[in-house]
């Protein structure tokens, strides 16, 4: 998989992503949320972030760009990196039905174009 990895994630998990093979490109600090996804598209990539901005915010031209979300409080960032690299090939199942996945610590919700919401532990 093709990943860019946001300036808010640590980067102990781009080294992760790698050293499970996956290619791993990282945001310039500063770099505008435009930029990012323009990024995205163009180098057919799956954004990490922890930015909330990324669910709610995104330009409706953007919004194909596929993107994983990580909500966890500071001082549980780890378990749910843990989590979605655990995880990492039901997410590529179902980055092909939509373009966003939220991490919630132990929790991963889809949502898929037709309104149907999938949760996994």
């Given at each position: ?10 980067r ?33 990539r ?10 709610f915010?995104?330009p ?6 596929k ?7 500071s ?12 995880k990492?090939?039901v ?10 996945v939220?991490?919630r610590h ?16």
């Open positions: 998989m093709r990943f860019l990895i946001d300036e808010n994630v640590p102990r998990f781009a080294l992760a992503l790698r050293e499970l093979g996956h290619d791993v490109a990282l945001v310039s600090p500063g770099e505008s949320n435009s930029a990012v996804l323009e990024r995205c598209l163009k180098g057919q799956i954004l990490v972030t922890m930015d909330r901005d990324f669910i915010h995104v409706k031209d953007a919004r194909r760009a993107r994983i979300v990580i909500i966890a409080p001082g549980e960032w780890l378990s749910a990196v843990s989590f979605l690299l655990k990492l090939s997410i590529e199942r179902a980055l092909e039905l939509t373009n966003l939220v991490i132990k929790t991963m919700r889809v949502e898929i174009p037709e309104g149907m919401v999938l949760e996994f532990e």
